[in-house]
């Protein structure tokens, strides 16, 4: 099993930017697509980002396109997400997860997941 732990959080006004990480441990995700999803208060995990097993390929939600890039260092065993141009309405607590056995849009996919980060944009 692969144990997720983000880091990277906090408090940023808006316009400002954070990056998120997010480390594995335990066997290796190295062959897993991993993503991205932020759970805004009173609202479901929604998607954010994935990127694919080795990197080469990377899909949006369009509320972030443009202004979030996700990567990974799978020497590092671990996962980023550069988040710029912060709004008030993402913030939300962000979670890393890994190895979707479905739609890779769909948190419910996800077989693991750490346990999340809060990001708070101010106005």
């Known amino acids: 099993q692969v144990q997720l732990a983000e880091s990277g959080g906090g408090l940023v006004q808006a316009g400002g930017s954070l990056r998120l990480s997010c480390a594995a441990s335990g066997r290796t995700f190295s062959s897993d697509s991993v993503g991205w999803f932020r759970q805004p208060p009173g609202k479901e995990r929604e998607f954010v980002a994935v990127?694919?097993?080795?990197?080469?390929?990377?899909y949006y939600a369009d509320s972030v396109k443009g202004r979030f890039t996700i990567s990974r260092d799978n020497a590092k065993s671990t996962l980023y997400l550069q988040m710029n141009s912060l709004k008030p309405e993402d913030t939300a607590v962000y979670y890393c997860?890994?190895?979707?056995?479905?739609?890779?849009?769909?948190?419910?996919?996800?077989?693991?997941w750490g346990q999340g980060t809060q990001v708070t944009v101010s106005s």
């Open positions: 997860g890994g190895d979707p056995d479905g739609s890779w849009r769909d948190a419910g996919s996800y077989r693991y």
């Open positions: 990127i694919s097993w080795s990197g080469s390929t990377t």
